[in-house]
C-alpha cells in the first residue's frame, strides 16, 4: 500500500469533483440562459411595494421624493411634468400612476443641445446612481434607456419612436417602481 490511498476514499473525491463539475456546469447554464438575470432581477424589484399616487399633484410618495431630489439638485430650465392622464405612450406608462416624471431640458420638441444636453446626461446619470437609494426603475434619455432590473446590460439604445420629444432628447424621463 505505501503511500496510495485507500480506494474507497479516491472514489469518493472523484465523486465530489464530478458533483463540483456539474454545479459549475448548471450555473453556466443558468447564467447563459438569462434564468439568473431574471431572479436577480426579480430580488431587486420586489424590495419596492408598488405605491398609490396620493395628494394634490397625483404621485407615490417614491416618486415626490425623486422629483424632490432633482429639483434640489439640478437648476431646471423648463420644470418638470408627472402626472398625466394620458402616459403619452401605449400601455399609459407609469404617468398615469404617479410613478413617472419628465424633467423637461428646454422648450418642448427642441432638441436640448450644449449645456442643456449635458444637463440631462448629469440628471440621467444621477438617477442611475442613486436607483437603488430611492427604488428608481428606468431613465430614457437620449433615445436611450437604462433599468434597474437589468443594470447589466447598461444604457441600452432604443427604437425610433419618431419624434423629439418622443425619443427622448428635450426631457430625462425617470419611472419608480
Ligand atoms: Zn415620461
Known sequence: MGAQKPRQERRGSVRIAAAAVCLALSFGLLVHSGAWDAMRARMRSSRWEPQKPTGHDHLTARMRAVRAAVTEKFELPAGSGCFREDGGIEGGGEHPLGRACDFMLGPAGERAT????????????????????????????????????????????????????????????????
Open 114 to 177: 450644449g449645456s442643456s444636453g449635458r444637463l440631462g446626461r448629469r440628471i440621467a446619470a444621477w438617477a442611475r446612481d442613486n436607483a437603488d437609494k430611492y427604488g428608481i426603475w428606468y431613465v430614457i434619455y437620449e433615445q436611450r434607456i437604462w433599468s434597474s432590473r437589468w443594470p447589466q446590460r447598461g444604457n441600452k439604445p432604443m427604437e425610433d419612436r419618431g419624434s423629439i420629444t418622443q425619443n427622448h432628447f428635450d426631457h430625462v424621463h425617470i419611472s419608480v417602481y
